[in-house]
């Protein structure tokens, strides 16, 4: 079995955990950075020369192999030029989500199969039971079930998550009564491959500034400028930067993105409930694909509020009718299908959303 390690006390938990249950166990770090150095330091990221130090150190104190894989044009292909190519098309990706998909479970499964390994246990927070369905994390808050919704049938055959069953309080009490120095390792957060944190300044280095209008939904009149509509994601409302009031005073919103006539529109945050969801590229691991409307929920961003829906599910399209209202729906985002269930929500699919 092959243990992806992070460096974060997650997947050194996930190992042991594996270890422990018998399993011939093999860790593997994934390199994911072109030049280290670029990528965050200490605690804010998860592709960081230390993290690959971590992951050993862990390996060590398990008594397992460890080795590391070299994936960085692999990731800089799939990952951070799919992500800069989203935002110039007016969308607003998700890295992780993509990462998962293209990386720690193709690249990494695939490499792993080929090696003769039988399955990959990651630390990821989400559960498999025995009837093979996705189901969330107990531990609500810290649920990952969202950004492996676009696992297929034959990537969670593969998969092991181990600490499903668990709150991330008693993982990190675990890593320390096992003696593992990450314990008290804080999380990661933001995009790991922005060393910054600025989102922005990224992508104007890779597109170049693009002046454009910044118009007002309501009345039709240009209250700004902007320069580039890439910088901006629906939902927006800080760094607007525009040069008069809404005529009653109330804040505005980014309402759309426009690449084709780099506009940004804005309006009353109102205007950005929308009822109606339609994502293309439909995945289904939760059973057979439903015939005609299922009742069930869905979350339409990572640790989004979840709401009742009617999803249909039309060849490469899928539907989904809210029973009430969500503002903010980005077109990139993914939209995933819950069931809920006694023993855990159960992931029925998922999809991209395209408005």
């Not at 055959?157 to 993982?171: C, H, N, W």
């Not at 009653?248 to 929308?274: C, F, Q």
Request: glycine share 10%; net charge negative.
């Amino acid at each position: 079995m092959l243990a992806a390690m992070s460096g974060g006390v997650d997947s050194a938990v996930a190992a042991a955990r594996a270890v422990q249950a018998g399993h011939d166990v093999t860790g593997v770090h994934l390199a994911l950075a072109r030049n280290p150095q670029t990528y965050r330091t200490g605690a804010r990221g998860c592709c960081t020369l230390e993290d690959s130090r971590d992951a050993r150190r862990a390996a060590d104190v398990l008594g397992i192999p460890f080795y590391v894989w070299d994936m960085a044009d692999r990731f800089h292909a799939d990952v951070v030029d799919d992500f800069v190519a989203e935002y110039a098309a007016g969308r607003t990706p998700n890295p992780c989500l993509r990462c998962n998909e293209k990386i720690k479970f193709a690249a990494v499964l695939d490499r792993a199969v080929a090696l003769g390994f039988d399955a990959v246990v990651t630390g990821h927070h989400a559960r498999l039971g025995p009837d093979g369905l996705l189901r969330r994390s107990v531990d609500e808050a810290k649920d990952q079930s969202y950004v492996l919704a676009v696992l297929t049938r034959e990537q969670l055959d593969r998969s092991i998550f181990p600490l499903g069953d668990s709150t991330k309080a008693q993982v990190r009490q675990e890593a320390a009564e096992r003696g593992l120095a990450v314990a008290d390792k804080p999380d990661s957060h933001d995009i790991c491959f922005i060393a910054d944190g600025d989102t922005r300044g990224f992508l104007a280095q890779r597109l170049g500034e693009t002046p454009g209008d910044v118009v007002d939904a309501t009345t039709g009149a240009v209250v700004g400028q902007h320069a580039g509509a890439y910088a901006y994601t629906v939902g927006q409302r800080r760094g607007l930067h525009l040069d008069r009031p809404a005529p009653d005073g109330r804040p505005r919103y980014v309402l759309s993105i426009t690449p084709k006539t780099n506009t940004v529109t804005v309006g009353p945050a109102e205007a950005l409930e929308v009822s109606t969801v339609r994502a293309t590229r439909p995945l289904w691991t939760g059973g057979p694909r439903p015939d005609g409307p299922i009742e069930c929920e869905v979350q339409l961003r990572a640790h989004g509020v979840v709401v009742p829906a009617a999803v249909t599910v039309d060849g490469d399209t899928l539907h989904a009718e809210l029973r009430r209202p969500v503002r903010g729906v980005a077109a990139g985002q993914a939209i995933v299908a819950y069931r809920p269930d006694p023993a855990g929500d159960v992931v029925l699919g998922s999809a991209t959303i395209t408005g």
